[in-house]
């Protein structure tokens, strides 16, 4: 399954255990030697097969032993000042900010408070 960010979680989730797990046999790893590599327990090495939810620190120790861990970089690229940015505000990044007129119509409210 190619992933293309219209799956669900649990569905990305599935997908990513699997790749895992198809690149740990791939490599003759038992789930036993890749989670004693990557310093975490069997059981949850077998959870991050099935599509379940694992730690990032644990996935971050998977991935490094299978030799991933440098495919991260392409999920979020380090944002660097753009030209226009140097150019239009003397070198500074602009911060995001909210005028506080807008900050205060915007507040969100459960409804039974009281004004």
């Given at each position: 399954m190619?992933?293309?960010?219209?799956?669900s979680?649990?569905?990305?989730?599935l997908?990513?255990?699997?790749r895992?797990?198809?690149?740990r046999?791939?490599m003759?790893?038992t789930?036993?030697?890749?989670?004693?590599?990557a310093?975490v327990?069997?059981?949850t090495l077998s959870?991050?097969?099935?599509?379940?939810?694992?730690?990032m620190?644990n996935?971050i120790?998977?991935l490094?032993v299978?030799?991933?861990?440098?495919?991260?970089?392409?999920?979020?690229?380090?944002q660097g000042?753009?030209?226009?940015?140097?150019?239009d505000?003397?070198?500074?990044?602009k911060?995001?900010?909210?005028?506080?007129?807008?900050?205060?119509?915007?507040?969100?409210?459960?409804?039974d408070?009281?004004?």
């Amino acid at each position: 399954m190619r992933i293309t960010g219209f799956e669900s979680n649990e569905a990305i989730l599935l997908e990513l255990g699997q790749r895992i797990k198809d690149t740990r046999i791939s490599m003759n790893y038992t789930q036993e030697e890749l989670a004693q590599l990557a310093g975490v327990s069997a059981i949850t090495l077998s959870r991050l097969e099935r599509g379940e939810s694992v730690s990032m620190e644990n996935m971050i120790n998977v991935l490094r032993v299978l030799g991933s861990l440098p495919n991260m970089e392409l999920l979020l690229q380090e944002q660097g000042i753009r030209p226009t940015d140097v150019a239009d505000h003397k070198g500074k990044r602009k911060r995001v900010s909210r005028s506080k007129a807008n900050a205060e119509k915007n507040t969100w409210m459960w409804g039974d408070e009281s004004e």
